[in-house]
């Protein structure tokens, strides 16, 4: 079974930068991360192949958060730029076989449905 563990989070102001880690116990082909807030559903956040390849990417973050891996540690990595109290979340990274997407009526959708997530890791932007 894949063991996922988040560490990185914490509370910035808004304009700051956090970067996420998550250590695996293996990179599955898919990762991604995913954020939920408070009474609200959890949301794709950014998700590829980890053999190259963006599958999704969340108009909110673009531009302003990117994804990295390294795989001589089985580690997946979310940087965090420009941060905004709209971002404020639990931040949780996921793994799973292909496909990391699915497209519906010719567009892209990330996966929610991934069968190994982490606990999480708290991010909290203050204004």
């Known amino acids: 079974q894949v063991q996922l563990e988040e560490s990185g989070g914490g509370s910035v102001q808004a304009g700051g930068s956090l970067r996420l880690s998550c250590t695996a116990s293996?990179?599955?082909?898919?990762m991604g991360w995913f954020r939920q807030a408070p009474g609200k559903e959890r949301e794709g956040v950014i998700s590829?192949?980890?053999?190259?390849?963006?599958?999704y990417y969340a108009d909110s973050v673009k531009g302003r958060f990117t994804i990295s891996q390294d795989k001589d540690k089985n580690t997946l990595y979310l940087q965090m730029n420009n941060l905004k109290s709209e971002d404020t979340a639990m931040y949780y990274c996921g793994g799973d076989a292909s496909p990391c997407s699915k497209i519906r009526d010719g567009r892209r959708f990330p996966r929610t449905d991934f069968r190994n997530w982490g606990q999480g890791t708290q991010v909290t932007v203050s204004a």
């Open positions: 590829a192949y980890m053999s190259g390849g963006i599958t």
């Open positions: 293996e990179l599955t082909v898919c």
